[in-house]
Every structure is written in structure tokens, then in C-alpha cells.
Nanobody
Framework: QVQLGESGEGLVQAGGSLRLSCAASGRAFSTYTMGWFRKAPGKEREFVAAITWSIGSTYYADSVNGRFTISRDNAKNTVYLQMNSLKPEDTAVYYC??????????????????WGQGTQVTVSS
């Protein structure tokens, strides 16, 4: 059974940085794609970024491209989301997700099979 655990919750000022981590366990992830999603109060869940575990190819939502960086550490089975130049509109619960294929650019949340519990990011103005 795949398990995902996010960490890195925090409160930062606009313009600041924060790094989220997602520890994955339960199986080998070489054929998986890992993603980050977020959900703000009153809004639908939205895609943030994704990475293929094997090659490390990445894909970003337009709203975060150039500010956020997704990466993975194969040895630690951990995926990271480095968030820079944070804005108040980045405030949300951030979720790590995994799917057992390499469809990197299919960003629909319904294509992901496993989800973490979420971690809160709050950006003050």
C-alpha cells in the first residue's frame, strides 16, 4: 500500500520561501509520477506541479511556473516542492499525490491514485 506523508507546513510573509516534503513508501516508484496539488478555502483543488520519478521530468501550472520547483531524492524516496516568491494567493492546503504511470502532463487530480493528508501553507500580505 502506497503511503504519502507531507511536511513543511508554515506561515510566511509574501515574498518569502518555504519547502514542502513528501515522503513516499510502500513500493518502488520508478514508474510513478508524483504531483503536488493545493486547495484554498472556497476554491477547487488545483494542480501545482508534477515530476516523473525515473527521469525527473517536470511540469508546472502557469500560476507557479518560475517560482516553484519540484524535485525528488531517489535515495530518500522523497519529493520536494520549493516555493519562492510566495504570494497571498498561494495560501492553501498542499497535497502530495502519486500515480502509477508517466503521464506527466495529464494534470487532472482524478488521474492520481494515492494522496497524502495535506499540509497548510499560509502566506501573509
Amino acid at each position: 500500500q502506497v503511503q504519502l506523508g507531507e511536511s513543511g507546513e508554515g506561515l510566511v510573509q509574501a515574498g518569502g520561501s518555504l519547502r514542502l516534503s513528501c515522503a513516499a513508501s510502500g513500493r518502488a516508484f520508478s514508474t510513478y509520477t508524483m504531483g503536488w496539488f493545493r486547495k484554498a478555502p472556497g476554491k477547487e483543488r488545483e494542480f501545482v506541479a508534477a515530476i516523473t520519478w525515473s527521469i525527473g521530468s517536470t511540469y508546472y501550472a502557469d500560476s507557479v511556473n518560475g517560482r516553484f520547483t519540484i524535485s525528488r531524492d531517489n535515495a530518500k524516496n522523497t519529493v520536494y516542492l520549493q516555493m519562492n516568491s510566495l504570494k497571498p494567493e498561494d495560501t492553501a492546503v498542499y497535497y502530495c499525490a502519486a500515480k502509477s504511470n508517466r503521464a506527466l502532463r495529464n494534470s487532472a487530480g482524478t488521474t492520481y491514485d494515492y494522496w497524502g493528508q495535506g499540509t497548510q501553507v499560509t502566506v501573509s500580505s
